[in-house]
């Protein structure tokens, strides 16, 4: 719901050369590789087909047939044990954002047993998705408790992180458990200090890699939603040692304003401990 007319005017051939470039790499066997040339991958195929559906999703005209065969890549994947833990947890994840309910209802063991044993918190955090997105709220709720289980860091600044030797950054598994918790429990009281982590992993305009950045968007994007904070309308009044040094207005305008830096003299501070109120 932002609008920004210089973007909308940049998007649809951005895209377009977007998903020409996904086209181009897709294999005969329907999945995608790093490269043009190596072998399939389940996670990039996996990554590949989340894309597409959140080119369709936004409105973009994309090609049913690279759609249909990367899916039936993943399908056949699946069903054949290949993937890891948390690798699957992401397949089942994007085959339940496209509809695919009966072969995600098969391997989350939907009227058949107990529900997959996952230890990863990236897994968890798919897995929960996965369900969620089925119908199975109950499953949902229950991988989504273990994730929170599992949460570090202190009540300024919450994580998580892979336990799967290095598969998955802190970053993106932090931001895959935020989406899961923002899609099945938007009323998480705890979300914010997730939301002030991730924020202070950034690096300038983006975070450690393009995949870690694509991941944090799509959660960030979510909890934005949810939180409304690109709609402000308080005051922010800052003060040292009691002190008056500033205030400011803040209102949705404010958001795609420069950061504001409050400058003030040495001689407001004292010698030993200061106090910042904000």
Not at 75 to 84: D, H, K, M, V
Not at 124 to 134: D, G, N, P, S
Not at 154 to 167: E, I, N
Not at 211 to 234: G, I, N, Q, W
Request: proline share 4%.
């Amino acid at each position: 719901g932002i609008a920004n007319a210089d973007l909308q005017a940049k998007l649809p051939a951005m895209v377009e050369a977007g998903l020409l470039r996904i086209y181009e790499y897709q294999h005969p066997d329907g999945g995608w590789g790093w490269w043009e040339n190596d072998g399939s991958e389940p996670w990039m195929s996996a990554y590949a087909v989340h894309a597409l559906l959140q080119a369709r999703k936004s409105g973009f005209t994309i090609s049913q047939e690279k759609l249909q065969r990367g899916l039936g890549y993943l399908t056949q994947c699946l069903r054949q044990g290949r993937p890891n833990e948390g690798v699957r947890g992401y397949c089942l994840y994007v085959l339940a954002l496209a509809g695919d309910g009966h072969t995600v209802a098969e391997k989350l063991a939907v009227g058949s047993g107990p529900a997959p044993a996952v230890r990863d918190d990236h897994a968890l955090a798919t897995y929960a998705l996965a369900a969620f997105l089925i119908g199975q709220r109950q499953m949902a709720d229950d991988y989504l408790d273990r994730l929170w289980t599992n949460v570090q860091g202190t009540t300024d600044a919450l994580h998580w992180g892979s336990r799967q030797g290095g598969a998955w950054s802190d970053t993106e598994t932090t931001a895959m458990a935020m989406l899961a918790t923002c899609t099945i429990r938007p009323s998480e009281s705890r979300l914010a200090p997730v939301a002030r982590w991730l924020m202070l992993r950034r690096q300038g305009d983006h975070w450690y890699s393009t995949r870690d950045t694509a991941m944090v968007l799509y959660a960030m994007t979510a909890y934005l939603k949810l939180s409304k904070e690109l709609k402000p309308d308080y005051t922010v009044s800052v003060s040292v040692n009691g002190s008056h040094i500033r205030k400011q207005r803040m209102t949705p305008a404010s958001v795609w304003q420069p950061e504001a830096q409050v400058a003030f003299p040495l001689a407001a501070l004292s010698t030993g401990q200061n106090t910042l109120e904000i």
